[in-house]
């Protein structure tokens, strides 16, 4: 595993997000965390779920929540421009939906991180994530 941290951009994938979300136009940036959690969420049940595509979806759920929570520090964690994120239940509802799909069984990147010791740690960063999320819902 070659992830240095158990944060949302503390692994390759999400640096690589990260960097493409830096280099697009703000109007597309909504569009592409829209796409990276809407990949994972469509993933059918009984499907082992890539770290590749999990690790971006963290960060893309970590960006849906300090927007809607107007937190600047995790922007700045990211080193990213806060981005204008079209926010709204909807998209809380599917940050949520990839997100219980990154901490399922049949995740890689879940097993990857218990592996070496530290998935309480990582899943206990995403339950907050989840947490933050479904306070945008209601």
């Known amino acids: 595993m070659s992830a240095s941290g158990v944060g949302p951009f503390e692994n390759d994938d999400a640096q690589d997000f990260k960097d493409e979300l830096f280099e697009a136009s703000e109007g597309e940036r909504?569009?592409?965390v829209r796409e990276v959690?809407?990949?994972?969420a469509?993933?059918?049940?009984?499907?082992?779920?890539?770290?590749?595509?999990?690790?971006?979806?963290v960060a893309a759920a970590?960006?849906?929540?300090?927007?809607i929570r107007g937190d600047e520090a995790t922007?700045?964690?990211?080193?990213?421009?806060?981005?204008?994120?079209?926010?709204?239940s909807d998209l809380c509802r599917l940050a949520l939906t990839a997100l219980r799909k990154v901490v399922r069984?049949?995740?890689?990147?879940?097993?990857e991180w218990?592996?070496?010791?530290?998935?309480?740690?990582?899943?206990?960063g995403v339950d907050t994530l989840m947490e933050q999320l479904s306070q945008g819902i209601e």
Do not use: H, T, Y
């Open 30 to 32: 909504s569009n592409m």
């Open 37 to 40: 959690l809407q990949r994972v």
């Open 42 to 57: 469509s993933i059918p049940a009984d499907s082992f779920l890539d770290r590749e595509f999990a690790e971006p979806a």
């Open 62 to 67: 970590a960006l849906v929540s300090a927007s």
């Open 75 to 88: 922007f700045e964690d990211a080193k990213l421009p806060i981005p204008p994120l079209d926010w709204s």
């Open 105 to 111: 069984e049949n995740s890689e990147i879940c097993a």
């Open 114 to 124: 218990f592996e070496v010791g530290l998935g309480e740690e990582w899943k206990s």
